[in-house]
């Protein structure tokens, strides 16, 4: 087996369909699943169940992958070995991020790691989805909650809250809840329920087991920005609640606790830049941990 078939195979592995491989790799569809059958007869065993929706591995399939990841691990890292140990880090990292953490959060603060690193390039994806590390779709993920699927080591960053919020000028008008069950009456903030990502996320009960949207916005900033207007009350994170905000705590006794956790894919965790950003997320965020309550 040569490495550009290697690479080829991971390719296909981690999109788990040969169209997205395609056109990862810039190379013809069909051209990439000739090449792949190829590699199963050179190797004597079907790595791949082709399906009309995509591709899945065998156990054979597996294996390989596995093989493969830490060969290309081995590479990356023999690779910075080489380079000048008194060279700066560079390279191109992609960080993903909820939003709230990464807009309210990270992008202030990203100049910092510039001063140490100035040939590093940062790729910021703030967006509220989640990221498959194993497609490469992010070299660092920050996820709500503790990851427990895919080969990933995960460090938690930090725990923080979140509690009712609302303008100064809705709650004049509308009244400002007295109990629990007063929110019924009331206007209400939060996610698109089709499009929350993760479990972690769906909190609205704990607030108010009947609570309903009246005004649905699927990200954290977005939820910040409605309740400032005066849309109605809003489940916010604490730390993007700042003095001018111009927002009012409603019940200020209810709160919930998530947590931040930083995950990279085990094969690359021994490289320079990603041991590098990494280190600096949790040095910034450990610096901060007040802000996070």
């Given at each position: 087996?040569?490495?550009?078939?290697?690479?080829?195979?991971?390719?296909?592995?981690?999109?788990?369909?040969?169209?997205?491989?395609?056109?990862?790799?810039?190379?013809?569809?069909?051209?990439?699943?000739?090449?792949?059958?190829?590699?199963?007869?050179?190797?004597?065993?079907?790595?791949?169940?082709?399906?009309?929706?995509?591709?899945?591995?065998?156990?054979?399939?597996?294996?390989?992958?596995?093989?493969?990841?830490?060969?290309?691990?081995?590479?990356?890292?023999?690779?910075?070995?080489?380079?000048?140990?008194?060279?700066?880090?560079?390279?191109?990292?992609?960080?993903?991020?909820?939003?709230?953490?990464?807009?309210?959060?990270?992008?202030?603060?990203?100049?910092?790691?510039?001063?140490?690193?100035?040939?590093?390039?940062?790729?910021?994806?703030?967006?509220?989805?989640?990221?498959?590390?194993?497609?490469r779709e992010a070299d660092i993920a920050i996820m709500v909650g503790r990851p427990e699927k895919g080969r990933l080591v995960a460090r938690k960053l930090t725990d923080y809250q979140l509690g009712l919020y609302a303008a100064p000028e809705y709650l004049d008008r509308a009244g400002r809840p007295q109990t629990r069950a007063d929110l019924a009456h009331h206007r209400l903030i939060g996610y698109v329920e089709e499009l929350i990502y993760t479990p972690s996320l769906d909190y609205t009960h704990e607030f108010l087991r009947t609570w309903r949207s009246n005004l649905a916005i699927s990200s954290a900033a977005g939820q910040v920005e409605a309740a400032r207007g005066g849309a109605g009350i809003a489940i916010l994170h604490d730390?993007?609640?700042?003095?001018?905000?111009?927002?009012?705590?409603?019940?200020?006794?209810?709160?919930?606790?998530?947590?931040?956790?930083?995950a990279v894919h085990e094969s690359q965790r021994n490289l320079a830049r990603i041991s590098t950003v990494n280190d600096f997320l949790l040095h910034m965020v450990s610096k901060e941990r007040a802000l996070f309550g």
């Open positions: 087996m040569n490495w550009d078939d290697a690479r080829l195979f991971l390719a296909v592995g981690r999109h788990g369909q040969f169209l997205a491989a395609s056109r990862a790799l810039a190379i013809n569809q069909a051209t990439l699943s000739r090449r792949i059958s190829a590699l199963e007869k050179d190797v004597g065993s079907k790595l791949l169940v082709r399906r009309t929706n995509g591709c899945e591995l065998t156990d054979e399939g597996k294996d390989l992958m596995r093989a493969l990841e830490r060969a290309e691990s081995e590479i990356l890292v023999g690779l910075d070995k080489l380079e000048d140990h008194d060279a700066d880090i560079a390279g191109t990292v992609r960080i993903g991020a909820p939003d709230g953490f990464g807009i309210g959060f990270l992008a202030s603060r990203l100049g910092a790691l510039y001063e140490n690193h100035p040939n590093l390039t940062i790729e910021l994806v703030p967006v509220p989805r989640s990221f498959s590390l194993s497609q730390y993007l609640v700042h003095p001018d905000s111009g927002l009012e705590p409603v019940l200020p006794e209810l709160k919930i606790s998530r947590s931040y956790w930083l």
